[in-house]
């Protein structure tokens, strides 16, 4: 038999597949993705929400495995806690079965056949493509063509595994299959974590079925497998993250495994003893679909009322690590590039947390400014540190989102992200220039006076209160607490006229310290442009 005439077809045929899946499903993301952003706003601590949420985005992406990267992403940022994760699971299982029925509908709906359905979306496409102007026409010629592609290649596979009906050396390797359930699931679990898309793995197992190869016991357990291989790709994605995100990765794992251990059980009873006949027939792609459908319905209804049982075995499984969380770390995921519209919700959320952290800093900055405590000082110089590494990262990862297929209104937006990324970044600066002052006051041994002293603290106080309001504008999109920023910048900006004319009549009439006088001076430009920048990230927040 001539095996190399069988494997570089079936090899074109699945990247064909793939990539035809893959091409379909941008088209969808692209024109669905300002919706599903604000799906996942919408989302509530309620489960049964999250299962339905992840059901339509996995039908929409096509992967399972990239929703539960995404998961990982969402709870690694903070966006979703373990409850919203374990729904959002669950509906990806119940979704990703989509593929599965669009390929058996050759079967149960003839005039979709491959051979007249496949050419005809593919110029149908073309045509789209060539004529639309609009950026909508591009995303509907993506779904026809990536439609038509999906076709292609899962006719070529099946063409191309057709001879193997003769090969009696390939039928028994999956009669054995059939027989051992544990090398059934252990079979599909291997190919589905090889590929990373249970998906293609159900496609490649319709393929085969099309050509007569698949007992049905056997192809009940190499689906149950393929749910388990799907895990690694979300697994993968969890390592270097937070306790929370790996406990997530956990939780898909866990919960693919005790389903499969349920149905296998089921299976191994059906099939050794109530219907001994029924698992040795060949199995059909609608059969395949159907299967794969009733037990991922099936392992969702009956780990449901559970799933709480389920985030606590995964927490203990995924032992908590005493060692503090690294904030520098940038909890950005490259797997959540490919849903654009959902990653930016990620980079929100991320950038929040960076604001978090220079809240902190301005709150340390305050005190130093009078405290001069030293060890705060290193604290706010390495809090510092930080915030420009994250800033950086960020950075290059809004610059890589930017670079995909964005409309003008999400152009807008990164840019916009961009800007309040930089806004935050230099009021962190100035805290570090604050905490210098208070160093320069004690290597001079000078201090302000109790006027200065009063008036210092009602100026940070104001500036200090306009970019918390700022960052919590930012976080909440909140539009009146973005108008609190602007007034009280503009209570900033008549301050700190106020305080500068004061305190130089106090200099000239020798009432104060001129070490401490000059660094009173440079610490009220640092504190009125703290204001100013956080009524740049208020302006972003009303814009929007």
């Known amino acids: 038999m001539d095996y190399v005439g069988i494997i570089i077809p079936f090899i074109g045929g699945l990247g064909m597949f793939i990539y035809g899946m893959q091409i379909m499903a941008q088209g969808l993301e692209n024109a669905a993705g300002n919706k599903m952003k604000d799906m996942l706003e919408a989302l509530t601590r309620n489960k049964f929400l999250g299962v339905l949420l992840g059901a339509l985005i996995t039908a929409v992406i096509q992967s399972s495995s990239a929703t539960s990267v995404m998961v990982v992403g969402f709870?690694?940022?903070?966006?979703?806690?373990?409850?919203?994760?374990?729904?959002?699971?669950?509906?990806?299982?119940?979704?990703?079965?989509?593929?599965?029925?669009?390929?058996?509908?050759?079967?149960?709906?003839?005039?979709?056949?491959?051979?007249?359905?496949?050419?005809?979306?593919?110029?149908?496409?073309?045509?789209?493509?060539?004529?639309?102007?609009?950026?909508?026409?591009?995303?509907?010629?993506?779904?026809?063509?990536?439609?038509?592609?999906?076709?292609?290649?899962?006719?070529?596979?099946?063409?191309?595994?057709?001879?193997?009906?003769?090969?009696?050396?390939?039928?028994?390797?999956?009669?054995?299959?059939?027989?051992?359930?544990?090398?059934?699931?252990?079979?599909?679990?291997?190919?589905?974590?090889?590929?990373?898309?249970?998906?293609?793995?159900?496609?490649?197992?319709?393929?085969?079925?099309?050509?007569?190869?698949?007992?049905?016991?056997?192809?009940?357990?190499?689906?149950?497998?393929?749910?388990?291989?799907?895990?690694?790709?979300?697994?993968?994605?969890?390592?270097?993250?937070?306790?929370?995100?790996?406990?997530?990765?956990?939780?898909?794992?866990?919960?693919?495994?005790?389903?499969t251990v349920i149905f296998s059980v089921v299976a191994i009873i059906l099939f050794k003893l109530v219907f001994p006949s029924a698992g040795t027939g060949m199995i059909t792609q609608t059969e395949i679909s159907t299967v794969h459908t009733i037990f991922n319905i099936g392992t969702t209804v009956l780990l449901f009322p559970v799933s709480d049982l389920i985030i606590k075995l995964a927490k203990k499984l995924e032992k908590e690590d005493k060692k503090a969380e690294d904030e520098s770390r940038v909890l950005l995921d490259d797997r959540m590039l490919e849903t654009p519209g959902i990653a930016v919700q990620s980079v929100v959320s991320e950038i929040a947390r960076m604001g978090s952290i220079v809240v902190r800093t301005t709150e340390k900055a305050e005190e130093v400014m009078f405290s001069k405590d030293y060890q705060k000082i290193l604290e706010i110089k390495e809090e510092e540190n930080i915030v420009d590494g994250l800033c950086s990262g960020i950075t290059n990862y809004v610059i890589k989102l930017s670079s995909l297929a964005l409309n003008e209104k999400e152009h807008q937006h990164m840019a916009s992200l961009l800007q309040i990324l930089s806004d935050m970044e230099r009021i962190s600066d100035y805290c570090e220039n604050i905490s210098e002052f208070a160093e320069a006051l004690t290597e001079r041994k000078a201090s302000f006076t109790e006027t200065g002293t009063v008036e210092m603290k009602e100026m940070i106080g104001v500036c200090f209160d306009s970019f918390r309001y700022a960052v919590e504008a930012f976080s909440e999109n909140n539009k009146e607490k973005a108008l609190k920023v602007i007034e009280k910048e503009s209570q900033a900006d008549d301050l700190e006229i106020q305080l500068r004319t004061a305190h130089m009549k106090r200099l000239a009439n020798n009432q104060c310290n001129t070490d401490a006088g000059i660094v009173y001076l440079d610490a009220l430009v640092c504190l009125e442009r703290i204001s100013d920048h956080s009524r740049n990230i208020a302006e972003e927040v009303l814009m929007v």
């Open 75 to 259: 709870v690694n940022a903070g966006i979703m806690n373990l409850s919203q994760a374990m729904g959002v699971i669950m509906g990806a299982n119940i979704g990703t079965t989509v593929t599965g029925w669009l390929v058996s509908s050759v079967e149960w709906a003839k005039f979709l056949s491959p051979g007249n359905l496949a050419p005809v979306a593919i110029m149908l496409g073309v045509i789209v493509m060539l004529t639309g102007t609009r950026r909508s026409s591009k995303d509907i010629s993506s779904i026809i063509i990536g439609f038509g592609l999906l076709f292609v290649g899962i006719t070529t596979m099946s063409s191309s595994v057709a001879p193997l009906q003769e090969s009696e050396a390939f039928r028994n390797a999956f009669v054995t299959l059939g027989h051992n359930p544990f090398l059934g699931i252990i079979a599909g679990a291997v190919v589905t974590a090889v590929i990373q898309s249970s998906s293609a793995s159900v496609g490649i197992l319709q393929s085969l079925s099309a050509a007569g190869l698949v007992p049905f016991n056997a192809a009940v357990y190499i689906i149950m497998g393929q749910n388990i291989g799907t895990c690694v790709t979300a697994i993968m994605s969890s390592i270097g993250a937070k306790k929370t995100a790996k406990t997530a990765a956990v939780m898909h794992l866990l919960f693919n495994i005790i389903g």
